[in-house]
């Protein structure tokens, strides 16, 4: 069982495996059995390489959507794909714009491309948004085999909902990275329900009775 979650030592994050407590994951050769794949394959040797030093040239510094670009440089990505959710377009233009402006090439795909109807994954009327009506089923593995078709290199995840940007990161032909997620309560803002988990979201998230253990003040 590895509880890193709880975890006050952070061993990892030093050269002193010796203090790293007994359930550490690091202490399993698992941990560092991996490094081969990280070397063997030539792109994935490239992303984690790229990876690491767009953390350091630009910590603290860059944007997100900066670094994706500084990533997608690093890694002579120039074809780029956005999998974003229709709710999301007015982003999703603007991130596009920007990404043109600095010399890549875009192709976007919206989650409900085909207007698949949502009674083919057997969906019943009353469980729609709006009963009565027509809706259509996100379709993430679309966006997916869209962006295939385009042959972008490297695709990013624009506000797509759970378990759809799954079914995407499950389907993508190219790497993926992700701008931002889907929250339509907290704006798109997932963390905000934590740093709230144990004052104003206590009972939401824990219920009343772990609620009042988990943490006091208003």
């Known amino acids: 069982m590895y509880t890193c979650a709880h975890c006050r030592k952070q061993a ?14 690091g202490r399993d050769p698992a941990s ?19 990876a ?9 510094r860059s944007t997100r959507v ?50 698949i109807p949502k009674e083919s994954l057997g969906i019943a009327d009353a469980d729609k ?19 295939e078709k385009a042959g972008t290199q490297l695709n990013v995840i624009l506000g797509l909902c759970v378990g759809h940007d799954t079914l995407f990161l499950r389907s993508s032909a190219a790497p993926t990275t ?11 803002n997932p963390m905000a329900a934590l740093y709230l988990a144990e004052s104003y979201y206590r009972e939401k998230l824990f219920g009343v009775a772990e609620g009042t253990a988990a943490g006091s003040g208003d």
Do not use: W
């Open 12 to 25: 990892c994050n030093g050269d002193d495996r010796a203090a790293a407590p007994r359930d550490c994951p």
């Open 178 to 188: 992700v701008l931002a997620v889907k929250d339509r309560v907290l704006g798109h």
């Open 32 to 50: 560092t059995e991996v490094l081969p794949g990280y070397l063997e394959d030539e792109q994935t040797r490239a992303i984690a390489r790229n």
């Open 129 to 147: 948004l709006s009963p009565g009506e027509f809706e259509p089923m996100c379709n993430p593995i679309g966006q997916a085999a869209l962006l």
């Open 52 to 60: 690491a030093l767009v953390e350091s040239h630009g910590y603290c």
């Open 66 to 115: 900066e670094e994706i670009m500084d990533f997608a440089r690093r890694c002579g990505f120039q074809h780029i794909g956005i999998a974003f959710c229709v709710g999301l377009q007015r982003e999703a233009a603007v991130f596009a714009r920007v990404l043109r402006a600095n010399g890549f090439t875009v192709d976007s795909v919206a989650c409900k491309n085909g207007s």
